[in-house]
């Protein structure tokens, strides 16, 4: 079974829709992330959280928001979805309590907004 | 604050034939570096990882790099490729402490293994 859960893994929708994407982990790591990739332009932070209750905005957070609903649970939405918002977006995790620190992916869900 | 410049958005090699991806970082303090693979259609996989000791690192699949902190590098090389090796190779370094724990990742570099 995977440690890092991302649904949906494709999503279509149309421009001005709410969307959330949502990941899960069975890992037990405290800390949670989520990514956008971008041909060209490697992953960029988009949301960060330490802990449930400890949310941080990451290089690239305008037109998204997050959700911590349990340590293993963390949600990204859009609020009004946009075409510049099509990307991959990657979910991951790292142990605060780890030497280094390494993130665990999961695989992605593909956004497309028409 | 930290950034990764990869040298080469497109390598090409033969089967057979060396790996070498170029990977560069600035950090303003001492850096834990790694290196991810990506295949087509998945999630990022850890290749391998420095954070302290010997400077060369092994990997999986035969991947290794080498620290280099007066080049400020962290290139990573496979003696002989195969085709399973096609796949977007990304570079990524964090500090140790506060915000700069956050992995800043490079831009991605594409591997083509010609037959």
């Known amino acids: 079974d995977a440690d890092v859960t991302q649904t949906p893994r494709n999503r279509i929708t149309k421009t001005g829709k709410r969307i959330m994407l949502e990941c899960s982990q069975t890992k037990g790591h405290d800390r949670m992330y989520w990514y956008r990739q971008d041909p060209g332009l490697g992953l960029r932070l988009i949301y960060y959280?330490?802990?449930?209750?400890?949310?941080n905005k990451g290089e690239i957070s305008d037109g998204y928001s997050v959700s911590r609903q349990a340590q293993a649970k963390f949600s990204l939405s859009l609020e009004s979805a946009i075409p510049n918002q099509t990307a991959l977006y990657f979910c991951?995790?790292?142990?605060?309590?780890?030497?280094?620190?390494?993130?665990?992916f999961g695989p992605g869900t593909r956004l497309t907004v028409l | 604050a930290q950034s990764v410049t990869q040298l080469g958005s497109h390598v090409s090699v033969s089967e057979g034939a060396l790996v070498l991806l170029r990977c560069n970082y600035s950090s303003s303090v001492p850096p834990y570096l790694f290196w991810y693979v990506q295949y087509p259609n998945q999630g990022l996989q850890l290749l391998l990882k420095?954070?302290?000791?010997?400077?060369l690192v092994k990997g999986i699949n035969g991947f290794e790099a080498e620290f280099k902190k007066s080049e400020t590098s962290f290139h990573l090389t496979k003696p002989s490729a195969h085709m399973s090796d096609a796949a977007e190779y990304f570079c990524?370094?964090?500090?140790?402490?506060?915000?700069?724990?956050?992995?800043?990742f490079g831009s991605g570099t594409q591997l083509t293994v010609l037959p």
């Open positions: 959280s330490f802990d449930v209750k400890d949310i």
């Open positions: 420095y954070t302290t000791g010997a400077t």
């Open positions: 990524a370094v964090s500090g140790l402490s506060g915000s700069a724990r956050q992995l800043t």
């Open positions: 991951a995790t790292s142990d605060s309590a780890g030497a280094s620190n390494e993130q665990f």
